[in-house]
């Protein structure tokens, strides 16, 4: 009678299981490019504002708008709608004036 060796098992070999398998999904805590990116631009776009000219006074206000039309944009387009829509509720009841 002949062995069959299709099936032997190979000592310490590691067993691999399908749903142990690795998978190419991002970490949603690491960081990316998208959080990095507006800590490193923000100061040189102000820097290079002051040397053009631009008064003290109105650089830190522009680079927070330009932060806060990010951040909307960016809860917009991950699914916050309601989110968005009630911080443009509260910024529109902020600045109208009567």
């Known amino acids: 009678m002949s062995k069959d060796n299709s099936a ?45 000219g631009m008064p003290d006074s109105d650089i830190l206000p522009f680079l927070l708008g330009c932060a806060g039309i990010g951040v909307m944009v960016t809860i917009t387009v991950t699914g916050g709608r309601r989110l968005a829509t009630a911080a443009a509720h509260a910024v529109l009841a902020l600045t109208s004036t009567k």
């Open 8 to 52: 032997s098992v190979v000592p310490n070999s590691p067993t691999v299981i399908a749903s142990e398998e690795p998978t190419n999904t991002p970490t949603p805590s690491g960081l990316s490019v998208v959080h990095v990116l507006p800590a490193i631009a923000f100061p040189v776009i102000g820097v290079v504002l002051y040397i053009l």
